[in-house]
Protein backbone atom coordinates (compact mmCIF):
# COMPACT_ATOMS: atom_id res chain seq x y z
CA UNK A 1 0.00 0.00 0.00
CA UNK A 2 1.58 3.04 -0.94
CA UNK A 3 0.46 5.76 0.84
CA UNK A 4 2.60 8.47 -0.49
CA UNK A 5 3.20 8.47 -4.45
CA UNK A 6 4.99 10.33 -6.91
CA UNK A 7 3.85 9.35 -9.98
CA UNK A 8 6.57 11.09 -12.20
CA UNK A 9 9.64 9.44 -12.25
CA UNK A 10 11.39 11.94 -13.73
CA UNK A 11 11.48 15.52 -14.99
CA UNK A 12 13.72 17.44 -17.41
CA UNK A 13 13.86 20.93 -17.60
CA UNK A 14 15.87 24.16 -18.83
CA UNK A 15 18.16 26.09 -16.41
CA UNK A 16 16.08 29.23 -15.50
CA UNK A 17 12.67 28.07 -15.90
CA UNK A 18 10.68 26.74 -13.29
CA UNK A 19 10.41 22.72 -11.91
CA UNK A 20 7.81 21.32 -10.45
CA UNK A 21 7.52 18.24 -8.61
CA UNK A 22 4.14 16.38 -7.82
CA UNK A 23 3.37 14.33 -5.00
CA UNK A 24 -0.63 12.62 -3.90
CA UNK A 25 -1.29 10.68 -0.44
CA UNK A 26 -3.67 8.59 0.86
CA UNK A 27 -3.43 8.89 4.12
CA UNK A 28 -5.51 11.26 5.86
CA UNK A 29 -3.85 11.22 8.94
CA UNK A 30 -0.76 12.55 7.69
CA UNK A 31 -0.13 16.67 8.93
CA UNK A 32 3.37 17.24 8.13
CA UNK A 33 5.18 16.90 5.06
CA UNK A 34 8.54 17.00 4.18
CA UNK A 35 10.70 17.41 0.76
CA UNK A 36 14.27 15.96 0.49
CA UNK A 37 16.92 16.13 -2.01
CA UNK A 38 19.35 13.24 -2.61
CA UNK A 39 22.71 13.23 -4.76
CA UNK A 40 24.24 10.29 -5.62
CA UNK A 41 26.63 8.28 -3.18
CA UNK A 42 24.85 10.65 -0.29
CA UNK A 43 22.13 10.45 2.20
CA UNK A 44 18.99 12.61 1.52
CA UNK A 45 18.96 15.67 3.34
CA UNK A 46 16.67 17.82 3.62
CA UNK A 47 14.87 21.01 2.12
CA UNK A 48 12.05 22.05 2.92
CA UNK A 49 8.49 21.10 4.75
CA UNK A 50 4.80 22.29 5.12
CA UNK A 51 2.45 21.66 8.03
CA UNK A 52 -1.23 20.47 7.19
CA UNK A 53 -2.28 23.72 8.89
CA UNK A 54 -0.81 25.89 5.88
CA UNK A 55 -1.24 25.61 2.28
CA UNK A 56 1.94 27.03 1.54
CA UNK A 57 5.91 27.61 2.39
CA UNK A 58 8.59 29.43 1.14
CA UNK A 59 12.26 29.13 1.46
CA UNK A 60 14.07 30.88 -1.46
CA UNK A 61 13.68 29.48 -4.75
CA UNK A 62 12.41 26.54 -3.05
CA UNK A 63 7.95 26.91 -2.20
CA UNK A 64 5.85 23.70 -1.81
CA UNK A 65 2.16 24.06 -2.31
CA UNK A 66 -0.48 21.92 -0.60
CA UNK A 67 -3.79 21.23 -1.44
CA UNK A 68 -5.16 18.96 1.76
CA UNK A 69 -8.84 18.60 0.21
CA UNK A 70 -7.16 16.82 -2.90
CA UNK A 71 -4.22 15.72 -0.95
CA UNK A 72 -1.30 16.67 -3.08
CA UNK A 73 1.41 18.52 -3.02
CA UNK A 74 3.77 19.91 -4.63
CA UNK A 75 7.68 21.57 -4.85
CA UNK A 76 8.49 24.21 -7.08
CA UNK A 77 12.01 25.56 -7.84
CA UNK A 78 12.16 28.99 -9.49
CA UNK A 79 14.86 29.36 -11.30
CA UNK A 80 16.11 25.99 -11.54
CA UNK A 81 19.62 25.08 -12.01
CA UNK A 82 21.48 22.43 -13.18
CA UNK A 83 23.04 21.96 -9.43
CA UNK A 84 19.29 21.31 -8.52
CA UNK A 85 19.81 18.12 -10.80
CA UNK A 86 19.24 15.04 -8.37
CA UNK A 87 16.08 12.88 -7.17
CA UNK A 88 13.43 14.69 -5.11
CA UNK A 89 11.74 12.58 -2.51
CA UNK A 90 8.50 13.85 -0.74
CA UNK A 91 7.79 12.44 3.00
CA UNK A 92 4.99 12.74 5.05
CA UNK A 93 4.05 12.21 9.27
CA UNK A 94 1.22 11.42 11.27
CA UNK A 95 2.64 14.27 13.85
CA UNK A 96 -0.45 15.28 15.82
CA UNK A 97 -1.93 11.69 16.11
CA UNK A 98 0.64 10.92 18.85
CA UNK A 99 1.98 7.46 17.86
CA UNK A 100 4.06 8.43 14.20
CA UNK A 101 7.05 8.82 16.64
CA UNK A 102 9.14 10.93 13.52
CA UNK A 103 8.35 7.63 11.23
CA UNK A 104 8.87 9.42 7.75
CA UNK A 105 6.60 7.43 5.18
CA UNK A 106 8.58 8.47 1.68
CA UNK A 107 7.25 8.39 -2.28
CA UNK A 108 9.39 6.60 -4.74
CA UNK A 109 11.06 9.96 -5.82
CA UNK A 110 11.24 11.77 -8.44
CA UNK A 111 14.28 12.54 -10.84
CA UNK A 112 15.20 15.93 -11.93
CA UNK A 113 17.64 17.02 -14.57
CA UNK A 114 18.04 20.48 -15.05
CA UNK A 115 19.73 21.29 -18.55
CA UNK A 116 21.85 24.21 -19.01
CA UNK B 1 29.36 15.49 6.54
CA UNK B 2 26.09 15.31 7.31
CA UNK B 3 27.22 14.02 11.48
CA UNK B 4 25.49 10.58 10.61
CA UNK B 5 27.86 8.10 10.24
CA UNK B 6 27.37 4.60 8.40
CA UNK B 7 29.82 2.06 8.59
CA UNK B 8 30.87 -0.06 5.75
CA UNK B 9 29.53 2.32 3.05
CA UNK B 10 29.65 -1.31 0.88
CA UNK B 11 29.28 -4.74 1.83
CA UNK B 12 29.29 -7.66 -0.34
CA UNK B 13 28.37 -10.93 0.77
CA UNK B 14 26.85 -14.22 0.36
CA UNK B 15 22.93 -15.97 0.64
CA UNK B 16 22.44 -17.21 3.81
CA UNK B 17 25.32 -14.97 5.55
CA UNK B 18 24.90 -12.49 8.81
CA UNK B 19 25.93 -8.85 8.45
CA UNK B 20 25.82 -5.96 11.12
CA UNK B 21 25.35 -2.37 9.87
CA UNK B 22 26.66 0.33 12.34
CA UNK B 23 25.34 3.80 12.31
CA UNK B 24 26.28 7.06 14.73
CA UNK B 25 23.63 9.65 15.44
CA UNK B 26 24.78 13.66 14.78
CA UNK B 27 25.59 14.81 18.06
CA UNK B 28 22.41 15.29 20.62
CA UNK B 29 20.07 13.34 18.56
CA UNK B 30 18.92 10.48 20.17
CA UNK B 31 16.60 9.04 17.75
CA UNK B 32 17.76 6.72 15.05
CA UNK B 33 15.93 5.58 12.49
CA UNK B 34 16.68 2.82 9.56
CA UNK B 35 15.39 3.04 6.30
CA UNK B 36 15.66 0.59 3.20
CA UNK B 37 15.98 1.53 -0.26
CA UNK B 38 15.91 -1.44 -3.17
CA UNK B 39 15.97 -0.37 -6.63
CA UNK B 40 13.51 2.28 -8.02
CA UNK B 41 12.21 2.16 -4.96
CA UNK B 42 11.39 4.79 -2.18
CA UNK B 43 12.75 4.54 1.40
CA UNK B 44 10.54 2.34 3.73
CA UNK B 45 10.74 2.63 7.00
CA UNK B 46 12.46 -0.70 8.77
CA UNK B 47 12.57 0.25 12.77
CA UNK B 48 13.30 3.46 15.03
CA UNK B 49 15.06 3.88 18.02
CA UNK B 50 14.46 6.32 21.12
CA UNK B 51 17.24 6.67 23.49
CA UNK B 52 18.24 3.06 23.48
CA UNK B 53 14.24 1.84 23.32
CA UNK B 54 12.51 0.80 20.03
CA UNK B 55 9.76 3.27 19.29
CA UNK B 56 8.42 2.01 16.30
CA UNK B 57 8.69 -0.99 14.09
CA UNK B 58 7.52 -0.80 10.24
CA UNK B 59 8.24 -3.19 7.48
CA UNK B 60 10.92 -4.92 9.28
CA UNK B 61 11.44 -8.77 8.30
CA UNK B 62 11.93 -11.08 11.36
CA UNK B 63 15.78 -11.76 9.84
CA UNK B 64 16.30 -8.25 10.50
CA UNK B 65 16.76 -6.73 13.96
CA UNK B 66 18.13 -3.65 15.43
CA UNK B 67 19.41 -1.76 18.64
CA UNK B 68 20.83 1.19 19.87
CA UNK B 69 23.42 1.10 22.39
CA UNK B 70 24.31 3.22 25.56
CA UNK B 71 26.40 5.73 23.80
CA UNK B 72 23.51 5.81 21.10
CA UNK B 73 24.87 4.49 18.16
CA UNK B 74 22.67 1.74 16.97
CA UNK B 75 23.29 -1.65 14.83
CA UNK B 76 21.31 -3.43 12.65
CA UNK B 77 21.48 -6.64 11.90
CA UNK B 78 20.59 -8.79 8.65
CA UNK B 79 20.37 -12.81 8.85
CA UNK B 80 19.87 -15.50 6.30
CA UNK B 81 20.58 -12.70 3.40
CA UNK B 82 18.87 -13.35 0.39
CA UNK B 83 19.20 -12.02 -2.92
CA UNK B 84 16.32 -9.54 -2.45
CA UNK B 85 17.53 -7.83 0.73
CA UNK B 86 20.55 -6.45 -1.51
CA UNK B 87 19.85 -2.65 -1.18
CA UNK B 88 21.30 0.73 -0.01
CA UNK B 89 20.26 1.58 4.23
CA UNK B 90 20.16 4.27 5.29
CA UNK B 91 20.38 5.37 8.77
CA UNK B 92 19.13 8.81 10.06
CA UNK B 93 19.09 10.90 13.19
CA UNK B 94 16.85 13.30 15.00
CA UNK B 95 16.11 15.23 18.30
CA UNK B 96 12.95 14.29 18.22
CA UNK B 97 10.50 13.55 15.85
CA UNK B 98 10.34 14.86 12.23
CA UNK B 99 9.46 18.24 12.49
CA UNK B 100 12.36 19.45 11.25
CA UNK B 101 13.37 16.82 9.50
CA UNK B 102 16.07 14.19 9.68
CA UNK B 103 19.53 14.03 9.49
CA UNK B 104 20.74 11.09 6.59
CA UNK B 105 23.97 8.65 6.59
CA UNK B 106 25.57 8.08 3.46
CA UNK B 107 23.78 5.10 3.34
CA UNK B 108 25.63 1.43 3.62
CA UNK B 109 25.05 -0.36 0.37
CA UNK B 110 23.95 -4.01 0.77
CA UNK B 111 24.80 -6.76 -2.01
CA UNK B 112 23.89 -9.99 -1.82
CA UNK B 113 25.28 -12.41 -4.16
Not at chain 1, 77 to 92: E, H, N
Given at each position: DQQVKQNSPSLSVQEGRISILNCDYTNSMFD??????????EGPT?????????DKNEDGRFTVFLNKSAKHLSLH????????????????SAVRGGTSYGKLTFGQ???????? | DSGVT???KHLITATGQRVTLRCSPRSGDLSVYWYQQS???GLQFLIQYYNGEERAKGNILERFSAQQFPDLHSELNLSSLELGDSALYFC????????DGYTF???TRLTVV
Open positions: YFLWYKKYPAFLISISSIKIVPSQPGDSAVYFCAAGTILTVHP | QTPLDQASSVEGAMGSG
